[in-house]
């Protein structure tokens, strides 16, 4: 593969794309404009290449590639994703994707959340329909949590949780270590508020949940 073009942190350019392009080298946060959205095979083997790298794209064919997730999020990832996966697994009734999951709806937009659960009849639903064409989920899990790292802006995470509901989610979390807030998402009503709360507790999609989050304040 020949060198990586020298892009600039946050320039937007329309040269040298493919989807085999490794992006290790270059400055981050950057967008990349493209004349036309990538394919689903074409947008896959872009991950694949930029494996670790949170990556988004937009229905005008724009590509965002954001940096890693540092440690302190990272552990939180895992502790909360690995919690739900204990619990989904127990009551068998659903699974459970962590932030290298890729959402791509009809439109071209792809998105990813931090942990998602996915009911067991619509995963295997998927499955079924999918099988032996790999690819990104088309649609969104019943329940999204996004958690705000040091480099996230509370309002582009608020907004990102908005989108999630916008596309179906029936619950939503957003974990705000900074400020010490969980903020609870519901279809069409304004988020519920709670301020370093204890636990947190399921319902809907996952009644029955729970989670210690004394980890998150510290």
Known sequence: ?????????????????SSDLSLRDVPLPVTLQLANPLS???L??????????????????????MTPAGPESSELNQLLGTELKIWARQNR?????????????PDKVMRGPDVAWL????????KQAAKDRPGFLPFCPEFVVEL??????????????????SRGAQLGWLIDPLRKLAM?????????????????????????????MQEFWK
């Not at 593969?1 to 794309?17: H, K, L």
């Not at 009734?93 to 709806?105: A, E, M």
């Not at 705000?148 to 509901?165: G, N, P, Q, V």
Request: overall charge negative; some cysteine.
């Open 184 to 212: 609870i998402y519901r279809p069409e009503r304004e988020p519920e508020i709670l301020s370093q709360p204890d636990t947190l507790a399921g319902d809907g999609p996952i009644a029955g949940f729970q989670i210690e």
């Open 93 to 105: 009734n659903g699974t459970v994707f962590g932030p290298d999951l890729g959402i791509r709806f």
């Open 44 to 65: 896959l083997a872009f991950c694949e290449a930029n494996s670790g790298l949170e990556i988004e794209s937009d229905a005008d064919g724009s590509i965002t590639i």
């Open 119 to 126: 009911s067991v009849e619509r995963w295997s639903a998927y």
């Open 148 to 165: 705000r790292s040091r480099s996230d802006r509370a309002s582009k995470i608020e907004a990102k949780m908005e989108f999630w509901m």
């Open 40 to 42: 689903d095979e074409e």
């Open 1 to 17: 593969m020949s060198a990586a073009p020298a892009f600039r942190a946050g320039q937007v350019t329309e040269d040298y794309i």
